[in-house]
């Protein structure tokens, strides 16, 4: 089956810094790529996603880049504020819909002042 | 107002008892997922249901099972057979299309006592 590693665990980063998480999965028939963002004690939110044949997708602050070749995904997040402080965690599915999704371990970013 | 609901929020259970863990969704979702969530190993998929009356073993079934009676319903029983149940359960439902994401509940938190 797929398997997803997520790294850092951990990301503190200044405020206006910018933040990158970058996650590798197993299963070259994975086709979509999600992001979601967990803030504490709330529930899990999609911020972003990427399918297989898009190499980068941008929103605002936030962008996704996909390279297929060496199976690896990152998520970066420019111009950090407090209110990004969560638990994000990536994710990779072979269905390319939310069915069946297998989620990385989580990375807790921490924005400080 | 539209979402997915879980209930309940906290539960506590005595070691070798059976508990069921309600999740409800009024919209209109074909899909239905139970992830576990443990602490340092992300969202794990125990059973997933994309039609009534049909569900699936996810990566974690043992210990567990679901019902799909209803479009709207997808309850998730631990048995006395999960042997380490304590954890923190998320719901989530999604359409069956392309780039659409997985709404999530709000958890549940089940303590075994």
């Known amino acids: 089956g797929e398997n997803v590693e997520q790294h850092p665990s951990t990301l503190s980063v200044q405020e206006g810094d910018s933040a990158v998480i970058k996650c590798t999965y197993s299963?070259?028939?994975?086709?979509?790529f999600p992001w979601y963002k967990q803030e504490l004690g709330k529930r899990p939110q999609l911020i972003i996603d990427?399918?297989?044949?898009?190499g980068e997708k941008k929103d605002q602050r936030i962008a996704v880049t996909l390279n297929k070749t060496a199976k690896h995904f990152s998520l970066h997040i420019t111009e950090t504020q407090p209110e990004d402080s969560a638990v994000y965690f990536c994710?990779?599915?072979?269905?390319?819909?939310?069915?069946?999704?297998?989620f990385g371990t989580g990375t807790r970013l921490q924005v400080t002042l | 107002d539209g979402g997915i609901t879980q209930s309940p929020k906290y539960l506590f259970r005595k070691e070798g008892q059976n508990v069921t863990l309600s999740c409800e969704q009024n919209?209109?979702?074909?899909?239905m997922y139970w992830y576990r969530q443990d602490p340092g190993q992300g969202l794990r998929l125990i059973y997933y249901?994309?039609?009534?009356?049909?569900?699936q073993k996810g990566d974690i079934a043992e210990g567990y099972s679901v019902s799909r009676e209803k479009k709207e319903s997808f309850p998730l029983t631990v048995t006395s057979a999960q042997k380490n149940p304590t954890a923190f359960y998320l719901c989530?439902?999604?359409?069956?299309?392309?780039?659409?994401?997985?709404?999530f509940g709000q958890g549940t938190r089940l303590t075994v006592v």
């Open positions: 989530a439902s999604s359409i069956l299309r392309v780039n659409t994401e997985a709404f």
């Open positions: 299963d070259s028939a994975s086709n979509y």
């Open positions: 990427i399918r297989s044949n898009v």
């Open positions: 994710a990779a599915s072979r269905t390319g819909t939310a069915s069946k999704l297998t």
């Open positions: 919209l209109n979702h074909d899909a």
């Open positions: 249901s994309q039609i009534v009356n049909d569900f």
